[in-house]
Structure formats: C-alpha cells, structure tokens
C-alpha cells in the first residue's frame, strides 16, 4: 500500500507539473496566449477556457478520489469529492463536444470527439452504478473514467517519444522540416495516449480481479 500511495503521488504531481504550465497561458483571458488556433472570440475562446478549466478540476478531485484515507475515514467528504468531479466531466466533456467543431485537423478532431465520448460514458456509468451501491463496478468504472481523464497528461508525455519515432522512421532525417513534424504528431498523440491510458487501466483492472479472486480462493 505504501508503494502504491508513493507511486500515486508521483504520478499527481507529474500530471500538475506537465498541465499547470499548459493551462498558464489561459489564465491571462487573452485569446492571443492561447496555444491552439482560435478563430472566434465570442464562442470558442470561452468554451475552451470553461472546457480547460472544468477538466483540471476534475484531474484534481479525481486524483482525491483514490485516496484510501479520504475514501474510507472520510466517506462524505469522498461523495461530495465524487460529486464535484463527475459535474465536473460532464460539463468538460459536453463543452469538448461544441470545441471538436473548431478543430483545425480532421484526424485531431475525430481523435477528441471518441476521448469526449468515451469520458462522458464512463462517467456516467461511474456514477450509475454509485447510485445503484453497486461498489465494485463504481470502482470500475471510475477508474476507466480517470483514465480518460489522464489522457490531458499522457497526451502531451508521448510527445517526445513521437517526435523521435517520427525521426527514426525517416531515417534520422525531416524530409518535410521541422514544422511539419510536429504538426503530424500533433495530429496523433491524443490516439496513442488514448489507446495507452486504456490498455493499462484494463491490465490494471484485470490484475486487480485476478489478486482478490486469489484472495477469495486461498
């Protein structure tokens, strides 16, 4: 338990440190910081913002959520917690869904249009089956709906690994420059950080199942 609680907090102040600096320019309110393309002021700047800002709130309470002491010593501050990160994600998600129109790259577009639609449905089942006390599937589900939550992270960690792929591939060279590499990768990060973030949730869900039926067993 000790490692598992060191490992998460590594990973909690990584997501800080690689989101902060990312959602920093955003604070300012000034559509010219901001990092992507924005072709209207009056509708997409500010569903971009409310979209960033929702989702931090929600990487942060999700994180509190795993917390085994918060969790079992302070159930009602868990619910209350529980409860600021799935509106959280609902109105994220939903705002993802009109900025998905604003995407200046089909395969980019399509790539945050399965994330929004995968994070709202696991959300909600998360949510569901609370309501239903059905605990083991909550948690489950949850844990899937974080997954998709850390895709804000992951997505932007395989950066570096893409670019130098994207190097490799192209026999140590950039016959397109340097600005067209990284506008391909950009172009398909959030796939691999998608399909990364799912296959270790379900190999951790998996493993997870596999301990407590040894423990039912033995």
């Not at 924005?38 to 990487?59: C, G, K, N, R």
């Not at 918060?70 to 009109?98: C, D, E, M, N, Q």
Request: charged share 15%; hydrophobic share 50%.
């Amino acid at each position: 338990m000790q490692k598992i609680s060191k490992s998460w907090w590594v990973l909690t102040l990584l997501s800080l440190g690689v989101i902060i600096p990312f959602m920093a320019p955003y604070f300012m309110f000034d559509p010219a910081q901001s990092r992507v393309p924005i072709t209207s002021t009056t509708v997409q700047y500010p569903l971009l913002v409310s979209h960033i800002m929702t989702a931090f709130l929600a990487l942060i309470t999700g994180f509190l959520q795993f917390i085994d002491r918060i969790r079992i010593k302070h159930p009602r501050l868990h619910r209350l917690l529980g409860r600021v990160y799935v509106y959280s994600v609902f109105i994220s998600g939903t705002l993802s869904l009109a900025i998905v129109y604003y995407a200046e790259n089909y395969t980019k577009a399509i790539a945050f249009l399965v994330l929004a639609l995968f994070w709202l449905y696991t959300c909600w089942k998360g949510y569901r089956t609370a309501v239903k006390k059905e605990y083991e599937e909550h948690r489950k589900w949850m844990i899937r709906s974080f997954g998709f939550t850390l895709v804000a992270v992951s997505g932007r960690l395989v950066v570096p690994v893409l670019l130098l792929l994207y190097y490799l591939l192209n026999g140590f060279s950039l016959p397109h420059g340097r600005e067209a590499m990284i506008e391909e990768v950009l172009n398909v990060n959030i796939w691999v950080a998608l399909m990364l973030n799912v296959a270790i949730v379900e190999w951790g869900i998996l493993k997870s199942g596999k301990r407590r039926s040894a423990r039912i067993t033995d």
